[in-house]
């Protein structure tokens, strides 16, 4: 073997061999394919997790729209029940007044009614008294010469204005 043809020298042509190969076999255009393949498939994971980013960003503002909106609501709704139920107080108290106003009238009206009945009792007690009284006495005053003197004066009234 030649001097130049020492381990190096063989090192160094299966080395020179090894890279025409693999050039030849176009491996290097298999790596770099192999890299593309592996770069877009990142590409579209990473587009992909934008768009899923950006989804979620959209429903998390949408469900705290709704939130606020709900809230709102909710308030408005308290508020309104709470009007309400002002509005139904005021109305209870306004009828309970009114239904004692009623009847205090009521009782009233009945004790005015008693007083009169009680009045009208005691005129008509007070006129059967006197009538009473009154036939009493004429009963006592009246004797044969009174009565024929009270005929006498009621056929000269007739005479008087019949006659």
Same mark, same amino acid.
Not at 11 to 16: K, L
Not at 65 to 70: P, Q
Not at 121 to 134: D, G, L, W
């Given at each position: 073997?030649?001097?130049?043809? &020492?381990? =190096?020298?063989?090192?160094?042509?299966?080395?020179?061999?090894?890279?025409?190969?693999?050039?030849?076999?176009?491996?290097?255009?298999?790596?770099?394919?192999?890299?593309?393949?592996?770069?877009?498939?990142?590409?579209?994971?990473?587009?992909?997790?934008?768009?899923?980013?950006?989804?979620?960003?959209?429903?998390?503002?949408?469900?705290?729209?709704?939130?606020?909106?709900?809230?709102?609501?909710?308030?408005?709704? +308290? &508020? =309104?029940?709470?009007?309400?139920?002002?509005? +139904?107080?005021?109305? =209870?108290?306004?009828?309970?007044?009114?239904?004692?106003?009623?009847?205090?009238?009521?009782?009233?009206?009945?004790?005015?009614?008693?007083?009169?009945?009680?009045? &009208?009792?005691?005129?008509?007690?007070?006129?059967?008294?006197?009538?009473?009284?009154?036939?009493?006495?004429?009963?006592?005053?009246?004797?044969?010469?009174?009565?024929?003197?009270? +005929?006498?004066?009621?056929?000269?009234?007739?005479?008087?204005?019949?006659?």
């Amino acid at each position: 073997m030649p001097a130049w043809m &020492d381990a =190096t020298f063989i090192a160094f042509i299966a080395f020179a061999l090894f890279f025409v190969l693999m050039f030849w076999l176009k491996v290097p255009a298999m790596i770099a394919g192999a890299l593309d393949a592996r770069s877009n498939e990142i590409a579209k994971e990473l587009h992909e997790a934008r768009r899923l980013r950006e989804e979620a960003e959209k429903l998390h503002a949408d469900y705290l729209a709704k939130h606020r909106a709900a809230e709102a609501e909710a308030k408005a709704i +308290v &508020d =309104t029940a709470k009007e309400q139920a002002a509005v +139904v107080a005021e109305e =209870t108290r306004a009828n309970m007044v009114a239904a004692m106003a009623r009847r205090e009238r009521q009782a009233d009206d009945r004790i005015a009614a008693a007083g009169a009945k009680a009045s &009208d009792e005691v005129r008509a007690a007070a006129a059967e008294a006197a009538i009473a009284a009154a036939e009493r006495m004429i009963r006592e005053r009246m004797n044969d010469s009174a009565q024929a003197a009270l +005929v006498q004066e009621g056929a000269a009234d007739l005479k008087r204005k019949f006659g």
